[in-house]
């Protein structure tokens, strides 16, 4: 069984970073596309970004040139390294596994807890 932990949120205030981390168990890590998502609240879940096996990346517009995500297989973790956050970046962030076809992430249905990240102005 897959098991994700996500950490690394808290609050911080507008202009300030982040480095989220999420630890995967129970697969083959560097076999897998990773995914972080975002849910504000009263909003749907969307996908922030994603980095595939042989590390292609991928972000949404919202956060391009502020996030960065990365891996590292020998630890099985997934980073997401938030910079010039905003308000607007307030949300719980989710990792996942999944599959990258070209632009498009497909995640699998292993939703960890998630991490709560909190942004003032």
């Known amino acids: 069984q897959v098991q994700l932990v996500e950490s690394g949120g808290g609050l911080v205030q507008a202009g300030g970073s982040l480095r989220l981390s999420c630890v995967v168990s129970?697969?083959?890590?560097?076999?897998?596309?990773m995914g972080w998502y975002r849910q504000a609240p009263g909003k749907q879940r969307e996908l922030v970004a994603f980095?595939?096996?042989?590390?292609?990346?991928n972000y949404a517009d919202s956060v391009k040139g502020r996030f960065t995500i990365s891996r590292d297989n020998a630890k099985s973790t997934v980073y997401l390294q938030m910079n010039s956050l905003k308000p607007e970046d307030t949300a719980v962030y989710y990792c996942?596994?999944?599959?990258?076809?070209?632009?498009?992430?497909?995640?699998?249905?292993?939703w960890g807890q998630g991490t709560q990240v909190t942004v003032s102005s």
């Open positions: 129970g697969s083959i890590f560097s076999h897998n596309a």
């Open positions: 996942n596994t999944g599959l990258s076809m070209g632009v498009s992430f497909v995640p699998d249905n292993n």
């Open positions: 980095i595939s096996s042989g590390e292609w990346t």
